[in-house]
C-alpha cells in the first residue's frame, strides 16, 4: 500500500509558521507574502480536512491538532535540513578530489602540479590512483582522468589529448648496435611490455607493417608503463612510449625515438566529470588549468 504524502510546498510554509507561530515572521523569512502564506495553510488545512491554526486578534495559534502535527512535522524538516547541509558542505569543503592512474599521476600530472598550486594556493589537490573507470556514486572524488574511447555513462566529458604511441629507448640502446645494421633489427631483440597496455607493441607493428619482423622477439613484461620505461632508461630493451608522457625524457635525451614513426591509436585521455555537478570554484579552475596544460601537450 502506497503512503499518503500532503503537498510539500504547503507543509513546508506550516512547518515555518508552526514554529515561528506568526504569519508576518513566516512571510519575511519564506520571500512571501502573508496572504501567500495563509493560501498555503489553507490549502494543506483542505487536504488534510482538520483545521491547523487558528486566527485570533493578536495573531495566530495552533490547534490541538496542529500542535500535535507540528510537534512530529518539525523534527522531520530538521532532519531534511541537517541533510541537505552536510551534502553542501561536502560539496563545498576545500579539498578537490582528483581520481587517475598511476602512470598519468607520475608522468603527467605531478611534474605540473607545482604551477597549478602557484596560481591557485588556496585549492588542496588530493590525487587517488585507480585503474577501474570512476563511478561517482560509488567513489569520493570531484573529477577523474581516464583512459578510454570516451564511451562512459552519465558523465561530462573533455578530450585532453589523443593516445599516441611509438617504441623508445635509451640512446646507449640502440648505439650498442653492431655498426651498419639496421635499426629495425631491434625489434626482434628484447621488446618491453607494460601489462595494462600488452596489445600497443602488436597495434604499432601492423600499423607501419614491421609485424614479422618482431615475431622472434623476447618479451619482458612490468606492471606498470612507468616501470616499463624506466627498463628502458636503463637500457634493458626497448618499450613502447606513449608520447604525451615522456616529454621530459625526450627533452633531456634520455630516451629517444628511433623509427620517429607515431600512431595514433583511437582511445584518448579524458577528463570526466559527474553529469550533475554543483557548481564549484575550485572544479572549474582546476579543469581550466588542466585543458590548458593539455593543449601545451597537443601543440
Request: hydrophobic share 40%.
Amino acid at each position: 500500500m502506497s503512503r499518503r504524502y500532503p503537498p510539500l510546498n504547503p507543509l513546508r510554509v506550516f512547518a515555518v509558521v508552526a514554529r515561528l507561530e506568526n504569519l508576518t515572521a513566516a512571510a519575511q523569512e519564506l520571500h512571501v507574502s502573508q496572504s501567500a502564506v495563509s493560501r498555503q495553510i489553507a490549502a494543506l488545512e483542505s487536504y488534510l480536512g482538520v483545521e491547523l491554526l487558528r486566527r485570533e486578534r493578536h495573531g495566530v495559534t495552533l490547534t490541538r491538532t496542529g500542535a500535535s502535527y507540528a510537534k512530529q512535522v518539525l523534527p522531520a524538516f530538521d532532519e531534511i535540513a541537517s541533510a541537505t547541509e552536510k551534502v553542501l558542505r561536502n560539496a563545498s569543503h576545500g579539498v578537490l578530489r582528483v581520481r587517475t592512474y598511476t602512470t598519468f599521476t607520475a608522468k603527467w600530472l605531478i611534474p605540473r602540479l607545482p604551477d597549478f598550486h602557484a596560481r591557485h594556493p588556496d585549492v588542496e589537490v588530493l590525487v587517488s590512483n585507480a585503474v577501474p573507470d570512476v563511478d561517482f556514486d560509488r567513489d569520493a572524488v570531484d573529477l577523474a582522468i581516464q583512459f578510454g574511447d570516451g564511451h562512459w555513462p552519465r558523465v561530462q566529458l573533455d578530450l585532453l589529448f589523443p593516445d599516441e604511441i611509438e617504441p623508445v629507448c635509451s640512446p646507449q640502446y640502440l648505439k650498442s648496435l653492431p655498426r651498419g645494421t639496421s635499426k629495425e633489427s631491434l625489434l626482434g631483440k628484447r621488446l618491453l611490455v607494460s601489462h595494462y597496455r600488452r596489445t600497443d607493441w602488436e597495434d604499432w607493428l601492423a600499423a607501419t607493417g614491421r609485424s614479422s619482423l618482431a615475431e622472434s622477439a623476447e618479451r619482458m613484461s612490468f606492471s606498470t608503463s612507468v616501470l616499463t620505461w624506466q627498463a628502458a632508461l636503463d637500457g634493458l630493451g626497448m618499450a613502447i612510449g606513449q608520447t604525451a608522457m615522456l616529454q621530459a625524457e625526450f627533452e633531456k635525451g634520455t630516451l629517444i625515438r628511433p623509427f620517429n614513426q607515431p600512431i595514433r591509436r583511437l582511445k584518448a585521455h579524458y577528463l570526466v566529470r559527474p553529469a550533475s555537478q554543483r557548481f564549484s570554484r575550485r572544479v572549474e579552475v582546476f579543469r581550466d588549468w588542466l585543458l590548458a596544460e593539455a593543449k601545451k601537450t597537443m601543440a
